[in-house]
């Protein structure tokens, strides 16, 4: 019978998925989530940061994030960047419960972007994770 995500992220010697960006580390030939909670994170920061069409195999996988950020900073801007993540995580990442959405910049350049996201899994509803992506960096972690 197969183990439930549950029983897998309890047990310290099974791993979930791969960590990204992609790397080596000591132990595997790249990294890997312990956790589906970790996997969550990687998987939500991924969807994110890929273009439409940039994921072979699956042309429609990805969000606009990027492109939005890269228009005029009006009053909508939020709006919009909170609609594109909203429709990509429920079309690709049912799983990801979003709780929040904040648009910030950044004092010292007022040229750069970051989305701050809350979330839970429907694995584990009361726990609430977050992630900071700087949209305009190359990739994106912070």
């Not at 897998?8 to 990294?31: H, M, Q």
């Not at 909670?37 to 998987?43: D, K």
Request: glycine fraction near 4%; aromatic fraction near 8%; hydrophobic fraction near 35%.
């Amino acid at each position: 019978m197969p183990e439930s995500a549950k029983e897998i992220d309890l047990d310290p010697r099974k791993y979930v998925g791969l960590s990204f960006p992609l790397r080596a580390d000591s132990n595997n030939d790249f990294a890997l989530t312990k956790t589906s909670t970790q996997q969550a994170v990687h998987n939500l920061k991924n969807l994110l940061l890929t273009f439409p069409g940039e994921r072979l195999g699956q042309p429609e996988f990805g969000s606009r994030l990027r492109a939005i950020c890269f228009e005029p900073d009006t009053q909508q801007l939020p709006g919009k960047i909170e609609a594109e993540i909203t429709r990509a995580v429920l079309t690709w990442l049912p799983h990801i419960n979003l709780q929040k959405i904040d648009t910030l910049t950044d004092e010292t350049s007022k040229n750069t972007i970051f989305v701050s996201i809350s979330f839970s899994t429907s694995l584990d509803s009361s726990s609430t994770q977050s992630l900071t992506i700087d949209v305009g960096s190359v990739n994106g972690w912070t």
